[in-house]
């Protein structure tokens, strides 16, 4: 019955899943304390490489780091 009441909650924002999961864990993180706040946040960064493709070719890749806003 809980579960439910959860789903309608993120559902009735206007959220995907992800996105609530999202905010709840920046929430946790930011309560945290030095030094696991610090170890947090290095964890949470994410770098990935995009390609472009064109003609059937890959394109030069790029690589992006995105990291969350301190």
């Known amino acids: 019955m809980a579960s439910s009441a959860a789903v309608q909650f ?3 924002a ?4 992800i996105t609530y ?12 304390k ?4 610090a170890e947090s946040i290095n964890r949470e960064k994410v770098h990935f490489s995009l390609s472009k493709w064109a003609h059937g ?4 890749p790029v690589l992006r780091s995105d990291a969350p806003e301190v």
Request: hydrophobic letters at 30%.
């Open 14 to 17: 206007g959220m995907t899943y």
């Open 57 to 60: 070719k890959p394109q030069k």
């Open 10 to 12: 993120w559902r009735g």
């Open 34 to 37: 030095e030094p696991l706040k």
């Open 21 to 32: 999961s999202n905010i709840c864990a920046n929430l946790v993180r930011k309560c945290l």
